[in-house]
């Protein structure tokens, strides 16, 4: 399981490389919080979801923490004859939780990365969607949003790019400390009256979604 991680960790980090315009390097270097001063607490699997179960998914951060990586295993919607029992809609939610004392984030941008095969006449969607919520629950300042609709025939791996929405002040950052971070992610495909088949799933090298959450930090 954590070779496989691994292995997927590394294709993602490639591709994502492989992405980054190389501008992007003559940026100032950011504020992070030292190492060892951010551990993940919590990651609970809503059951809401019907496209996922605990231990479906997983979350790791970066070893400098400017990043954090979480992985849907057995993720996959399918509509038409060939739909091997999966059902046309997909969901899974996860709520992560994190100490980091002195310290609060916001996601400054989000990557995402699947595989999608649909023939003429079937369409896919794609929507990841996160925000904070505290303890309790409740929703706090601060989310962002990925979409994607394909129309077939399309097939390929994909990558999706979005950047954040960075909270305007310290203080509404600062309200985040200790806050929880919950995603969501849903495919659908939908094949009509066509008859053909369509699939959304994780890269075609193995049945994982991958999403890499970059991270900005502020001093609370
Ligand atoms: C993936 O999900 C399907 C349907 O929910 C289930 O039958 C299968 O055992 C799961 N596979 C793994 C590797 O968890
Ligand atoms: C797919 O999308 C196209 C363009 O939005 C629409 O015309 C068509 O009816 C959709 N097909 C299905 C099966 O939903
Ligand atoms: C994360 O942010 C850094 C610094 O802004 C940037 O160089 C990098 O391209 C970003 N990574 C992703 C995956 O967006």
Not at 114 to 134: F, H, P, Q, T
Not at 192 to 204: D, E, F, H, I, R
């Amino acid at each position: 399981m954590s070779s496989f991680i691994l292995v997927l960790l590394c294709t993602l980090y490639a591709t994502l490389v492989a992405a980054i315009p190389q501008a992007v390097t003559l940026a100032a270097a950011p504020v992070l919080p030292p190492k060892g001063k951010v551990t993940l607490t919590t990651l609970d699997v809503d059951l809401e979801g019907s496209g996922c179960r605990p231990g479906d998914a997983s979350v790791m951060l970066a070893s400098d923490n400017s990043a954090m990586t979480v992985i849907f295993d057995n993720f996959s919607a399918a509509d038409g004859p060939k739909n091997g029992g999966a059902s046309t809609r997909a969901f899974c939610r996860v709520n992560i939780g994190m100490t980091s004392p002195g310290w609060a984030f916001d996601i400054s941008s989000a990557d995402f990365r699947g595989y999608v095969y649909i023939e003429k006449g079937v369409n896919a969607s794609l929507v990841s969607r996160w925000k904070w919520i505290d303890k309790n629950g409740l929703d706090l300042k601060g989310k962002g949003n990925i979409q994607k609709k394909i129309t077939g025939p399309f097939e390929d791996d994909f990558l999706l790019h979005k950047d954040g929405e960075v909270s305007d002040t310290e203080a509404s950052v600062c309200q985040k400390k200790d806050a929880r971070i919950r995603i969501s992610l849903s495919a659908t495909v939908d094949s009509g009256t066509s008859k053909k088949n369509g699939y959304v799933q994780g890269g075609s090298a193995d049945a994982a979604f991958g999403e890499i959450l970059n991270l900005s930090w502020k001093k609370c």
